[in-house]
Structure formats: structure tokens, C-alpha cells
């Protein structure tokens, strides 16, 4: 009933940028809160930034500063700019939104595929 597609991962070198897309697709009625989390080889997944369901906007730390979340409320899509990007930041980025479908008119949440970001040193 409802896909997040991510889009944006790639390869850059250390202190590029890459943006990333994550379309919400379906028999959606709203969506109440998107974000991004990522997790790095070995390690757990970690919350990157995300809009609350108030429409607050949290970063983790690691990334205050250097990236930026967006979003586009006509075409469910959120964005994930990355500046200045370090080797650390490699990981592979999900999707993730609290969706309330037509078909349930109950709130779930659903998770992209994700994209892998490869930062090289």
C-alpha cells in the first residue's frame, strides 16, 4: 500500500556533498512525521534528522551544522542535503515515515530500502 523510495547515495570523496530523496508513494492520507536514520557496518541503526510529528526538526549531533532535512508536503518527498561530509558518515540511509493510510486511517511506520553513502578519505 505505501513505498518510501530512496534515491541520492553514492561515492564522494571527503568534504563533498551528496543530497538524498525519499518519495513517499500509495494510498496515503497524511503523513505526520519523515526522517532519516543510517547505520554504519557493525553498528546499530542510528537516527540522522527527522520532523517530529509537531513539525519539529531533530539532528543527531554528528551532524549538526553539515546537514540539512527538507521536505516537500505536495509531493511526499523529504530530503536529506549532506555537506562537508566525513568517512565517518558512511552508512547506509533509510527512510522513515509515520503514514496514515486511506484504506486503515491508521498511523504506521513504514521504512524505505535504503541508500548506501559511501565517503571516501
Known amino acids: 500500500q505505501v513505498q518510501l523510495v530512496e534515491s541520492g547515495g553514492g561515492l564522494v570523496q571527503a568534504g563533498g556533498s551528496l543530497r538524498l530523496s525519499c518519495a513517499a508513494s500509495?494510498?496515503?492520507?497524511?503523513?505526520?512525521?519523515m526522517g532519516w536514520y543510517r547505520q554504519a557496518p557493525g553498528k546499530q541503526r542510528e537516527l540522522v534528522a527527522r520532523y517530529t510529528r509537531s513539525g519539529n526538526i531533530n539532528y543527531a549531533d554528528p551532524v549538526k551544522g553539515r546537514f540539512t532535512i527538507s521536505r516537500d508536503n505536495a509531493k511526499n518527498t523529504v530530503y536529506l542535503q549532506m555537506n562537508s561530509l566525513k568517512p565517518e558518515d558512511t552508512a547506509v540511509y533509510y527512510c522513515?515515515?509515520?503514514?496514515?493510510?486511506?484504506?486503515?486511517?491508521?498511523?504506521?511506520?513504514?521504512w524505505g530500502k535504503g541508500t548506501q553513502v559511501t565517503v571516501s578519505s
Open positions: 522513515t515515515a509515520d503514514i496514515r493510510t486511506i484504506a486503515t486511517m491508521t498511523n504506521n511506520l513504514y
Open positions: 500509495g494510498t496515503i492520507f497524511n503523513i505526520n512525521a
